[in-house]
Nanobody, 126 residues
Framework: QLQLVESGGGLVKPGGSLRLSCAASGFTVGNYAIGWFRQAPGKERERVSCISSSDGRTNYADSVKDRFTISRDNAKNTVYLQMNSLKPEDTAVYYC???????????????????WGQGTQVTVSS
């Protein structure tokens, strides 16, 4: 059974940092595209970043480019999202999701991903 568990969320001041983890079980993260998504109250779920399976290519939303970094540790079967220079508008529930594809991950919307974690809350506030 494929399972994803997010952790690392919390309350942080503007300008601060957090590192989110997405621990996988039941499958190998290196064989799946993994995406990080977020959903703020009253807003649609949006893709923040993704990492492709075959070559590890990454992609970022314009709103987080140069602030967030996605990475993968195959030995720990975990994907991370390092978030720096956090802003109040980054406040949301963050989810990771997996998609079994060898293609570059950037073209896939949230509804295509079929395995999701339960989410972790990130709140950026002074």
């Amino acid at each position: 059974q494929l399972q994803l568990v997010e952790s690392g969320g919390g309350l942080v001041k503007p300008g601060g940092s957090l590192r989110l983890s997405c621990a996988a079980s039941g499958f190998t993260v290196g064989n799946y595209a993994i995406g990080w998504f977020r959903q703020a109250p009253g807003k649609e779920r949006e893709r923040v970043s993704c990492i492709s399976s075959s070559d590890g290519r990454t992609n970022y939303a314009d709103s987080v480019k140069d602030r967030f970094t996605i990475s993968r540790d195959n030995a720990k079967n975990t994907v991370y999202l390092q978030m720096n220079s956090l802003k109040p508008e980054d406040t949301a529930v963050y989810y990771c999701a997996a998609l079994h594809t060898d293609y570059y991950c950037s073209g896939y919307p949230p509804e295509v991903y079929d395995n999701w974690g339960q989410g972790t809350q990130v709140t950026v506030s002074s």
